[in-house]
């Protein structure tokens, strides 16, 4: 059932979706141009682009939390047309309650859901194991340094073993070596029981460090300008920087937002570091 490999996500199909916000007022904003996307079951698919491109806009509706302007979204061939509930989200702000423990913080969701008690602690020790934290279980949010909560607050988004993960930014409080190691875990818990994930971010070096596939977005309002697959053997390095073959990706990305006028003067691709 743990085999590494076996696909246990769902696909999530993406059609010509787009978001106007204040559609009745006198003054609409078009937050998103009509993305389509076909995310494989199982597949890791980041997003990047520049802030206010819609990214967060385009993950909120795919939960089901957000309602659309135009568009179908389908997860697991169902139409989105309510929160989904086999979804693990993570955001940038870990919102750990400070009144309860990491472990308690994890088990908030079968404490909400009703879940089997016994069968998330057993998952939820299994994931503080894999990311060396046991020491941490019965410890405070407080007592934790921010790279902790962060892992935390990973192992609380995959506890009840959701067969989709939508992600944005969340590693983007976090200094670049914790992120660095974060991005690592991460990749090494997908791998394991490889759900979906829709992983959004404005890091390149992450996106490709994680993706199978990069949708590259213009600026606000977003639209798709890019999809590059990712072809490079897993588990990827730590240290990317220095590899040529990720660079190309890299400054494949970077040289479409020098197109777009996101960046200007790019006379040295902006590698090395793991920020965008
Ligand atoms: P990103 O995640 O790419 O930084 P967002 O999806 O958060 O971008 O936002 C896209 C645009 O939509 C931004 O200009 C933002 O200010 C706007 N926006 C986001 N949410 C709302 C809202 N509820 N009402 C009006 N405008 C919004």
């Given at each position: 059932m743990d085999e590494p490999g076996h696909a246990s996500g769902q696909r999530i199909q993406i059609r010509n979706v787009s978001k106007v916000f204040g559609e009745d007022t006198a003054k609409p904003f078009r937050a998103l141009k009509p993305v389509s996307m076909d995310i494989r079951a199982g597949e890791f698919v980041s997003v990047v682009g520049p802030s206010g491109c819609g990214k967060s806009t385009l993950m909120l509706m795919v939960a089901g939390l957000l309602a659309r302007t135009s568009g179908?979204?389908?997860?697991?061939?169902?139409?989105?047309?309510?929160?989904?509930t086999d979804v693990g989200i993570a955001f940038q702000d870990h919102l750990l309650l400070d009144f309860r423990t990491a472990l308690?913080?994890?088990?908030?969701?079968?404490?909400?859901?009703?879940?089997?008690?016994g069968d998330i602690e057993a998952r939820a020790k299994e994931l503080f194991a894999q990311l060396r934290l046991e020491h941490a279980m019965g410890k405070y949010p407080r007592q934790?340094?921010?790279g902790m909560r962060q892992r935390v607050s990973l192992i609380r988004t995959l506890v009840h073993d959701p067969s989709v993960i939508l992600m944005d930014e969340p590693f983007g409080a976090l200094d670049a070596l914790t992120r660095l190691q974060v991005r690592s875990d991460l990749e090494a818990l997908w791998m394991r029981r490889r759900p979906t994930v829709l992983f959004i971010t404005h890091s390149v070096e992450e996106a490709v460090g994680l993706s199978d596939r990069i949708f590259v977005m213009s600026p606000s309002p977003g639209e798709v300008v890019e999809e590059i697959h990712v072809d490079l053997p897993r588990p990827r390095p730590i240290a990317l920087g220095d590899a040529p073959e990720f660079g190309h990706y890299v400054d494949r990305i970077y040289r479409q937002f020098e197109r777009m006028g996101v960046l200007h003067g790019l006379s040295v691709p902006g590698r090395g570091g793991d920020e965008a």
């Open positions: 179908d979204i389908l997860v697991g061939g169902s139409m989105v047309d309510r929160p989904l308690g913080n994890v088990m908030l969701h079968a404490d909400i859901r009703g879940l089997p008690k934790l340094s921010g």
